[in-house]
């Protein structure tokens, strides 16, 4: 999930909302549940959570003309002649600049053949592309506003998927995961009680009962509505959120949460709840808005399998494509542990918690399930508006990546950007779909686990390697290194899906480009070439200056002792022709050539209860068990 993040499989950002002055707060006011009357294997219930409209207003432009009187002087000027043929030989210097050249591969053909034709064809001068998609192909951009249809007023807060699961049939039917795959965001009531989960073993008493010592990181945040986001002045509400870090422990952050909840039951007395009303307040001198700051306990990792193995084993009761870890979830196939991704996190939260802004990591899905007692607010813009809330953090003065923020919901209305808006009661698992936007707020004390999964989809690994690519443009590394994810994926699974095989294939086709490239490029150099290797369960590599994966060729300085990692392109920055540099390589170009040939569309499946909708495979080679 992105940085911090609490939804999907992991919290991120930190903070606030806003709205325009002179618009009285709306209030969040779900309305009655429609039920949908065209599943018959499995009730599933549509409920609209919507806020209060507010017009919009038209604003009438008038244009003015003035006439202005423009007085022309006639002045000597000198006319300085460029040498003609200094100008023919820049004109020939631009036109002689080098053009990469392009081998004629395709997926259709054997390592070998993609190999031996590289080699034909050679490195050339100029840079080699990196790029795991088609040859010449642009850079996955977002869509603008302009570029998406027009909505209706009704369709800007969109009625949100609720799922009512009441047994384990309709727990581990394909109809619940397809229903999922094709909504941005569905709430599912009654799961972990369907599959005998015990939610308790994730509440403060039993983890500080476990491991009270263990770390949790902090955040401390203004305390404010979902509905506004006030800058650290008072004075404007923004989409910029502040919050500071810091670190403490499980038992003395259980302190911190008892404190609150004692002193809120202690001063609203019989009109308590684990939901509280927020006191909105102004100072009578300045006018200005008194929020006090609160502490969010976030990104508390339950990755250890000694010490939170009944955590870990409980979530195994869940569908396997709602776990952490199965044969059919993408993330499993990584080889490494990224926390809060293919790991548990868990989230402490007193009332107004809140993580801002975000899509996961690389676009990929994402589990969260309130353990309680309080609720949890969320909101939801489909993964097609992810360009326009881009061009308004851009608008705000916020990076979409790298940034925090809480968009304001009026500015989402104006933009006609839809938004999914629900609460998430103690007990209900929120799924979020491959490249859902989502920010989410406590409304009241609760805990939360989240982690993030990869549906073995065309879509999600789609949105994946495009996410890879526009993080590259961006200077923003991507958690997930797809390359490498693509090659264990195709090392232990089969797949059925054509166009999914077909990605995949064109991902390794490409990585073997840049292998027989660089490795020329190197050699052509006289630079050393070495073999480094690749242990089991070993970090991927990445460039320590643009911090773009290095799958299999990477350079290092040969006079240094502790060596840093370089891609082709930030080496020859330093030394232009290499000079002083080492080629590692990781793999053995006949290992990789074995895995591409060996990795072919597998025939259909027949649906089980492990593979429901018959995604995946045969995991090494080995059909995978019902």
């Known amino acids: 999930m992105g940085v911090h993040t609490e939804i999907l499989g992991r919290e991120r950002r930190p903070l606030s909302q806003s709205q325009d002055e002179g618009v009285s707060a709306k209030k969040f006011k779900p309305t009655p549940m429609l039920v949908s009357k065209d599943e018959t294997s499995l009730k599933i219930r549509i409920s609209r959570y919507g806020g209060a409209h507010t017009k919009s207003t038209e604003e009438d432009e008038q244009q003015t003309e003035a006439e202005v009187t423009v007085k022309q002087e006639l002045k000597m000027c000198k006319v300085r002649m460029s040498n003609l043929s200094t100008a023919e030989i820049n004109q020939e210097d631009a036109e002689a600049k080098p053009t990469p050249p392009v081998p004629n591969i395709n997926v259709g053909m054997t390592a070998s053949e993609i190999v031996d034709e590289c080699e034909?064809?050679?490195?050339?001068?100029?840079?080699?592309?990196?790029?795991?998609?088609?040859?010449?192909?642009p850079c996955p951009k977002p869509k603008r506003r302009s570029q998406l249809p027009k909505l209706s007023p009704s369709q800007l807060l969109p009625q949100t998927p609720c799922v009512q699961v009441k047994n384990k049939q309709e727990a581990f039917s394909p109809q619940l995961l397809e229903w999922c795959l094709q909504r941005?965001?569905?709430?599912?009531?009654?799961?972990?009680?369907?599959?005998?989960?015990?939610?308790?073993?994730?509440?403060?008493?039993?983890?500080?009962?476990?491991?009270?010592?263990?770390?949790?990181?902090?955040?401390?945040?203004?305390?404010?509505?979902?509905?506004?986001?006030?800058?650290?002045?008072?004075?404007?509400?923004?989409?910029?959120?502040?919050?500071?870090?810091?670190?403490?422990?499980?038992?003395k952050y259980a302190e911190y949460l008892s404190t609150s909840f004692k002193e809120a039951k202690e001063k609203l007395g019989s009109e308590f709840s684990v939901n509280p009303k927020l006191e909105l307040k102004n100072?009578?001198?300045?006018?200005?808005?008194?929020?006090?700051?609160?502490k969010f306990g976030t990104n508390c990792d339950l990755s250890d399998e000694k010490k939170w193995k009944p955590q870990i084993q409980e979530l195994m009761k869940l569908p396997c494509w709602l776990r952490v870890v199965s044969a059919g979830n993408m993330l499993s196939h990584i080889?490494?542990?990224?926390?809060?991704?293919?790991?548990?996190?868990?989230?402490?939260?007193?009332?107004?918690?809140?993580?801002?802004?975000?899509?996961e990591n690389n676009n990929f899905a994402?589990?969260?399930?309130?353990?309680?007692p309080g609720d949890s607010e969320w909101f939801g813009v489909p993964d097609e508006y992810w360009g326009?809330?881009?061009?308004?953090?851009?608008?705000?003065?916020?990076?979409?990546?790298?940034?925090s923020w809480w968009p304001i919901i009026e500015d989402l209305k104006e933009a006609e950007i839809p938004c999914y808006r629900f609460m998430q009661r103690p007990g209900e698992v929120v799924w979020v779909n491959t490249g859902c936007v989502h920010w989410?707020?406590?409304?009241?004390?609760?805990?939360?686990?989240?982690?993030?999964?990869?549906?073995?989809?065309?879509?999600?690994?789609?949105?994946?390697?495009?996410?890879?690519?526009?993080?590259?443009?961006q200077r923003y590394q991507s958690i997930v290194a797809m390359v490498f994810l693509t090659w264990n994926m195709a090392r232990n699974i089969r797949v059925t899906d054509v166009d999914l095989y077909r990605m995949m294939k064109r991902t390794m086709m490409r990585s073997l480009r840049q292998t027989a490239l660089m490795k020329m490029f190197a050699q052509e150099r006289g630079v050393p070439i070495r073999f480094h290797g690749h242990r089991p369960n070993e970090p991927v590599n990445y460039c320590m200056i643009c911090e773009e994966e290095v799958f299999n060729?990477?350079?290092?300085?040969g006079n240094e002792k502790k060596h840093v990692v370089h891609c082709l392109r930030c080496a020859r920055q330093t030394s232009k022709d290499l000079n002083g540099w080492i080629c590692l390589e990781e793999y053995d170009i006949e290992e990789l050539k074995s895995v591409f040939d060996s990795f072919i569309l597998g025939e259909s499946l027949v649906s089980t209860r492990e593979n429901p909708l018959k995604l995946s495979l045969v995991n090494n080679n080995q059909a995978v068990d019902s």
């Open 388 to 403: 326009p809330l881009q061009e308004h953090c851009e608008k705000n003065n916020v990076d979409y990546l790298h940034g």
């Open 283 to 294: 100072d009578p001198e300045t006018g200005l808005p008194i929020r006090k700051t609160i």
């Open 366 to 372: 994402a589990v969260n399930i309130n353990i309680g």
């Open 553 to 557: 060729i990477f350079f290092v300085k």
């Open 335 to 359: 080889g490494h542990q990224i926390l809060g991704m293919n790991t548990i996190q868990l989230y402490m939260k007193v009332p107004r918690s809140r993580t801002p802004g975000h899509q």
């Open 120 to 137: 034909r064809v050679g490195p050339g001068p100029g840079p080699i592309s990196t790029s795991v998609l088609d040859e010449g192909a």
């Open 440 to 473: 989410v707020q406590a409304a009241g004390w609760c805990n939360n686990v989240a982690w993030n999964t990869g549906p073995l989809t065309f879509r999600q690994y789609t949105a994946a390697i495009d996410r890879y690519e526009w993080n590259k443009s």
């Open 184 to 251: 941005p965001i569905t709430v599912i009531r009654g799961l972990p009680q369907v599959c005998d989960m015990d939610l308790s073993l994730y509440t403060t008493k039993t983890l500080v009962e476990s491991h009270p010592n263990h770390p949790v990181e902090v955040r401390t945040q203004l305390e404010q509505s979902s509905d506004e986001n006030w800058d650290p002045s008072l004075k404007e509400q923004v989409w910029y959120c502040t919050s500071s870090r810091s670190h403490t422990t499980i038992s």
